[in-house]
């Protein structure tokens, strides 16, 4: 077999091929065996119909056809590693010329196919990043504190009209044009949540109970979901959170503290540390923003407009110009981030360990609500380990830019961010197995084999890069790129 590959753009090429008779003579022995095992020929059984009875019956284009494209991907796949390309999307073939059923002769293809670029990536020690000041106030632990005495205050019943952050027991009812859509009862609803229904908290604010209003809005859900209809909402009753009074008492019975001085100094420390985690996370993202400013990462038309068409398919939103440019742009930046960090972990040498990937797993399914042995199975009969693989190897190669790169706040103090990223003694030291009562065996032999995985040549398989944003803090533990960003290619 000889290859020749020719460079179309910086994120596709085409490859020719060029097959000897010789070469193809197992895939024509194949394909003799396969079509007398599908024929019925008077005088021969099943199975033993001789090639030349084949040739006659059936003629020797039928089989050249089914050597051919029984053929053809075994001789990409070889081209491909020859040529050492990593290609993305599915290939376009075209077969110039095919042997003579007569006399033989060489087959050679061409094929088109997106890559992913070569890319000239920065020294990582070079880096330098700049994110807030660690900034702690009285008012933040205040705050704090008070998130704490609502967890501990009760409901009383008032009377005055509901105001913002009153409790209230509501009744509604939807018409359209005089006809009743849907009524609920007894629904309770904090004023100034803004997550029911819009124009909710203004008609509320100022009922007593058994006071009633109208109002127009559109429906948030149902078959009419998103026509106006008049809402009828009338107040049952209101409440309001008495909170108790933040004193030593209050210390004992929320903490483990005698005196609302130590749980005050016990707060503080919570909001250090959670303002350190924000601050890791602005130096996550801004290595990132600096490593895409930095290189110039091309991407395949073909496939941002692939992944356009199927999320806007899915929305049934095809028609819809705004939208179609939203997702073009997020789809953009998403691939950039993916293929950046892609060569990155490929210059790096970043492999995936299967504690890595069954930790990343379990932590997904947590995100989702999800038990962790049925999430696994889904991700498994999905087909999406190895794109799975590949996020956790691209979020390896963002901590390792995160650690080599330099990191100052803005009063030009370095960032320690160790304890965000984690070096080799964390690893070490990671929790193992699943949680109580999820058989560990299981997840397991589906983590198996993640580093050959992480290290196999992509097939160009997709998940929609624009989708469910559901993994925000283990994101931003694991220091990875944000759920937006999606797997172009699988290991």
């Known amino acids: ?5 020719e460079t179309l753009n910086p994120t596709r090429v085409k490859l020719t091929v060029e097959v000897g008779y010789d070469e193809l003579k197992p895939s024509l022995d194949a394909a ?8 019925q020929v008077p005088g021969f059984r099943r199975g033993k119909v001789p090639p030349r009875v084949i040739d006659q019956r059936f003629g020797r284009a039928a089989v050249l056809e089914e050597a051919v494209n029984d053929a053809l991907p075994k001789f990409y796949q ?37 890559v992913r670029p070569s890319l000239e990536l920065p020294v990582l020690e070079d880096l330098e990043v ?35 952050g009153d409790f209230v027991s509501l009744d509604l009812r939807a018409e359209i044009a005089g006809e009743e859509i849907e009524t609920a009862k007894g629904i309770s609803y904090q004023v100034g949540q803004g997550n029911m229904i819009v124009g909710l908290d203004d008609a509320v604010t100022g009922l007593s109970a058994e006071g009633s209003t109208t109002f127009t809005a559109p429906l948030a859900g149902g078959d009419r979901k998103g026509e106006d209809a008049e809402i009828t909402v009338t107040v049952q009753s209101v409440k309001e959170r008495v909170l108790p009074e933040a004193d030593d008492d209050f210390a004992q019975l929320a903490s483990e503290f005698d005196t609302l001085e130590e749980l005050r100094a016990d707060l503080r420390t919570q909001v250090e540390q959670s303002k350190k985690f924000e601050q890791g996370l602005q130096a996550r993202d801004r290595v990132l923003e600096k490593l895409l400013e930095l290189v110039e990462v091309p991407v395949p038309e073909s496939l941002v407009e692939a992944e356009i068409h199927s999320h806007l398919e899915r929305e049934g939103r095809l028609e819809d110009a705004e939208h179609r440019a939203e ?21 790096e040498e970043i492999g995936v360990e299967q504690q890595e990937l069954l930790e990343y797993l379990i932590g997904q399914a947590q995100q989702y609500g999800m038990e962790p042995n049925q999430f696994v199975q889904m991700v498994d009969q999905s087909g999406q380990v190895p794109a799975m693989v590949n996020e ?74 624009v989708g469910d944003d559901a993994q925000a803090a283990a994101d931003a533990a694991a220091t990875g790129q944000p759920q937006d960003a999606e797997d172009q290619d699988r290991a």
């Open 392 to 465: 956790v190897r691209r979020r390896k190669a963002l901590a390792v830019a995160m650690e080599k790169a330099t990191v100052k706040d803005a009063s030009g103090n370095v960032v320690d961010l160790e304890e965000l990223v984690g070096g080799p003694e964390d690893d070490e030291e990671a929790p193992a197995g699943a949680p109580e009562g999820v058989p560990a065996e299981a997840v397991e032999q589906r983590a198996d084999g993640a580093e050959d995985a992480a290290d196999a040549p992509e097939t160009g398989e997709t998940v929609d890069p």
């Open 78 to 114: 070889r081209a491909v590693e020859e040529k050492e390309l990593r290609p993305l999307g599915q290939p376009t073939v075209d077969v110039s010329q095919a042997p003579d059923p007569r006399t033989g002769g060489d087959l050679r293809f061409s094929v088109e196919v997106d």
């Open 32 to 39: 003799y065996k396969s079509i007398a095992g599908q024929v």
């Open 1 to 5: 077999m000889k290859s020749d590959v």
């Open 327 to 347: 997702i073009d742009e997020s789809t953009r930046a998403a691939l950039r981030s993916q293929l950046l960090l892609d060569a990155l972990a490929e210059r």
């Open 130 to 164: 700049s994110v807030d000041d660690l900034s702690i106030s009285d008012e933040d632990v205040d705050a704090r504190l008070t998130s704490l005495r609502e967890r501990f205050g009760t409901l009383t019943g008032v009377d005055r009209p509901a105001a913002d």
